[in-house]
């Protein structure tokens, strides 16, 4: 037996030498050496390594860490603690007391899992989970080593203590601390001497849009230690790397399994619905001040909006505004002024409200769905539960406070209870949700806009029906909403025609690249839209990262359309903005400071504000909701993110022009004239307020316009010509010469003596890279090369993952062929 631990030993020590050389290796790709300076310089504890580098560096070593990271583990985080003190500062950093660890990142292959293809062929794996986190509990000291004194020999005795939750292979101990030494003299612990670590635990359930409809999606337990604690927060996408143990057995012979963590990313992409933000690149920014200077920017981005659904131009605007938000206060007095805006849709059914509501699904960084009947007050805000565990309450949060900084999102708002619906007046102004029950007395944050969408009491609106008859909401709940549009089904000849023609052209496209009849790829997060054709000269690269759409008139025919309520101003060019650089333009114009307000701006808000409320309405023109000091508020939220929307750190007069132009749209559907270069004009009380503008301008771009749809329309009706079209749209990275079924792999593994690649390798990284580019990435000018590897390597075996320098040969290849182009760590298409 001693010579098996021998053995162990032996092997223990290689390992751990191989990880020390691979930790001190410098190369073009990867270097530890200041990963690890840097880390003692943030004071952290945690290396994150990528395990493609090591895949590279030595496989076998990569396959150990994640088929037998009980053995293979300790020996890197040996390795690594052997290379601190030989690099560290004694005058600076303190080793004592702390235990320096190995954090995994990169690419698992077919150990990536969730929740619900967790199977026991998993257990003592390292495997990567993604998912939400629904439950936190508090975190805990954890004791890892006790000291007693016996005051009767006036010695010191110390015991170490491990539970099934220890990476190391040895075992468990008894969870009881001595009372007397083993001659019987009674023991007293030293608590000062003790050493303790953070304990958590969290639970990890798998994404609701990505479980099968009609089953409860499925929960996994997670153990955090030492520096994860605290990490992620209930209601945060993560993607969680850990040992998948069985701890202990349960009834009928079947076990309790839990996962250690070892590393924690919070998800970045909306299609895993992560709130991280997406990272900006050089190009993003310059292209996003280049277009701000635009005069019509506004009109553009909320043109691009859902282009799917035809008309709802002033409500587009509204919820552009709202992605945008205001500018939120909080005084030295502790006076909080919200800055998010709430906006409701009332009206007739199959008026594309719910399609709206999911759009901001799909968009918004943050966005939780609820609906009316299928969600309490308590479900909305917060709930006292008790653990079955421990025994102690906790607060489990709602959708609000899982929303805290975003959207929610509320469908059938007028099938809620009165009782659940006063539940939300606090959200929706003070924007904090207040618990005092079960002796817990606590004030949550809920910083989110709320989008709800509402049928009238009639089924069907009636116009000869006074607007809060038709709404019977109270005045107290309208008024916490900023803007209350009401949606009606008019009946309109042709406006009927054009929005018949608008469905008929969305039900004839085809995805770039398809032929009729292929089955469609099953993706709930696929969005309308089409980038432009592919091409393989090098010269069209600059066009091919343009942040526009090509125009298509089966999708884009509403952009820029007359509707019944007048006309919009149009978009000559028929210019359509990708929805992936929206949410890039969203995301940098909130991420500016808050613009400030100016003293034309305050002027222009103030004679508004006045005319609305002591405005005379005419017998048959009713307010849709009341005129309180929150419209004052409304004024300013909306010229606030009218302003950020042009980039402007400046709230100038023309933000409050548009703003006010919207809210006399939701109160009254009324479209206000401009005139052009004409100064604002103080009125009589009741008075419309005169805008400036070119009507001349705006006839001829409608004659334009009206010239282009016509010639649209006729080349549509050639479906012949247009599928041809669309044929000639096909992803050039599909080549006939590489189309290598997936059940003959290749043999070979890793980089070629040269640093290279195999053929045979080359065409599997061209066929996966082919197969994203056509599905998740189609949208995507330009991805990440840290975030594609791992995706090429998603349910590849651990003898066929490539690793960075295969993966960057592999690219280089191509780029060598015009298939793409590899710059800075980012992937461009071609």
């Not at 190995?102 to 969730?114: E, K, N, T």
């Not at 670590?197 to 089953?215: L, N, T």
């Not at 609820?370 to 102690?392: F, H, M, P, Q, W």
């Not at 149009?570 to 650089?581: D, I, P, R, T, Y």
């Amino acid at each position: 037996m001693s010579l098996d631990f021998e053995t162990l030993d032996q092997a223990q020590v290689e390992r751990a030498r191989y990880f020390e050389e691979f930790f001190n290796a410098q190369t073009d790709h990867y270097n530890y050496k200041n990963n690890i300076a840097r880390m003692l310089r943030e004071d952290s504890t945690r290396l994150i390594v990528n395990i493609d580098d090591l895949r590279d560096y030595k496989r076998e070593y990569a396959d150990g860490l994640l088929k037998d990271p009980t053995d293979f583990l300790p020996a890197a985080e040996d390795a690594l603690l052997t290379i601190v003190k030989t690099v560290y500062d004694p005058e600076k950093y303190s080793l004592a007391e702390k235990g320096y660890k190995v954090g995994l990142s990169g690419s698992f292959g077919d150990h990536h899992v969730s929740p619900r293809t967790l199977r026991a062929t998993h257990v003592n794996k390292m495997i990567s989970i993604d998912g939400i986190v629904t439950r936190c509990s508090l975190v805990r000291p954890k004791m890892l080593k006790s000291v007693h004194y016996c005051a009767e020999t006036g010695q010191f005795h110390a015991r170490e203590y491990r539970d099934a939750t220890a990476t190391s292979n040895l075992p468990p101990t008894s969870s009881i601390t001595p009372q007397v030494d083993d001659d019987g003299h009674i023991l007293e612990t030293e608590f000062g001497l003790c050493v303790f670590r953070d304990h958590q635990r969290i639970s990890i359930q798998e994404m609701p849009e990505r479980a099968p409809a009609g089953q409860l999606p499925r929960s996994v337990d997670v153990i955090l230690d030492d520096d994860l604690v605290d990490r992620c927060k209930p209601g945060d996408r993560i993607q969680i790397v850990g040992i998948y143990r069985s701890v202990g057995g349960g009834g009928s012979g079947t076990f309790k399994t839990l996962m250690l963590a070892n590393n924690i990313n919070l998800l970045s992409s909306k299609a895993g619905g992560g709130i991280a933000h997406t990272p900006l690149t050089s190009t993003d920014i310059r292209q996003i001040n280049q277009l701000s200077k635009r005069s019509k920017i506004f009109e553009l981005l909320s043109q691009s909006l859902a282009p799917s659904i035809y008309g709802h131009d002033w409500i587009k605007k509204a919820i552009l505004l709202m992605l945008l938000g205001g500018a939120e206060k909080n005084l030295a007095n502790g006076t909080h002024i919200r800055g998010d805006i709430n906006i409701l849709m009332v009206g007739d059914p199959s008026t594309a409200k719910s399609q709206l509501l999911r759009f901001v699904l799909n968009t918004a960084p943050l966005a939780i769905a609820t609906t009316g009947r299928g969600s309490s007050g308590v479900g909305l805000t917060a709930a006292v539960t008790t653990d079955k565990d421990t025994g102690e309450r906790r607060l489990e949060a709602g959708a609000m406070v899982l929303a805290d900084r975003g959207v929610v999102c509320i469908d059938e708002f007028d099938k809620m209870s009165d009782i659940d619906r006063v539940a939300i007046h606090e959200v929706m102004e003070q924007q904090t949700v207040t618990i005092a029950k079960a002796g817990i007395h606590t004030s949550l944050n809920a910083r989110c806009s709320v989008i709800a969408a509402a049928n009238p009491v009639y089924g069907q609106y009636d116009v000869h029906k006074d607007p809060h008859k038709n709404i019977a909401l109270p005045d107290s709940l309208l008024s916490r909403f900023d803007l209350l549009f009401v949606v009606t089904d008019d009946v309109d000849e042709v406006r009927d025609r054009k929005i018949a023609d608008h469905v008929l052209r969305m039900h004839r496209y085809l995805r770039p690249g398809t032929e009729e009849g292929t089955p469609v790829h099953d993706n709930l997060a696929q969005s309308l839209a089409v980038d432009g054709p592919a091409t393989s000269d090098p010269s069209a690269e600059v066009e091919e990262m343009s942040p526009f759409e090509k125009y298509d008139p089966l999708l884009h025919v509403g952009v820029g359309a007359v509707t019944s309520s007048g006309r919009v101003p149009g978009n000559k060019k028929k210019e359509v903005l990708s929805l992936a650089f929206i949410k890039k333009y969203i995301q940098y114009a909130k991420s500016k400071p808050a613009p400030t307000l100016t003293k034309g701006a305050a002027e222009w808000i103030v004679e508004a504000y006045a005319n609305l409320r002591n405005q005379e309405t005419n017998p048959n023109e009713k307010r849709t909701s009341p005129l309180t000091a929150r419209t004052l508020e409304t004024l300013i939220r909306l010229s606030t993110a009218h302003a950020k929307a042009r980039l402007s750190p400046k709230v100038q007069e023309q933000d409050a022009q548009v703003a006010e132009e919207i809210l006399r749209w939701a109160l009254f559907k009324e479209v206000l004239k401009r005139k052009k270069h004409t100064k604002r004009r103080k009125l009589n009380t009741g008075a419309a307020v005169v805008r400036s503008s070119d009507n001349e301008d705006e006839d001829a771009e409608g004659s334009e316009e009206e010239d282009e749809e016509e010639e649209a329309t006729q080349t549509e009706r050639m479906p012949d010509v247009a599928r041809e079209k669309q044929k000639e749209m096909t992803p050039p990275l599909v080549h006939e010469d590489i189309q290598m079924p997936l059940d003959q792999p290749p043999t070979l593994a890793g980089p070629t003596q040269d640093g290279g690649i195999a053929p045979d390798r080359l065409k599997l990284f061209r066929q996966r890279l082919a197969a994203l580019f056509s599905t998740k990435y189609q949208d995507e000018e330009q991805v990440f090369f840290e975030e594609l590897l791992p995706q090429i390597n998603e349910g590849l075996s651990s003898e066929l993952l490539f690793g960075t320098v295969e993966a960057t040969a592999a690219c280089q290849a191509m780029s060598d062929q015009n298939e793409l182009m590899l710059s800075d760590g980012i992937v461009y298409k071609i």
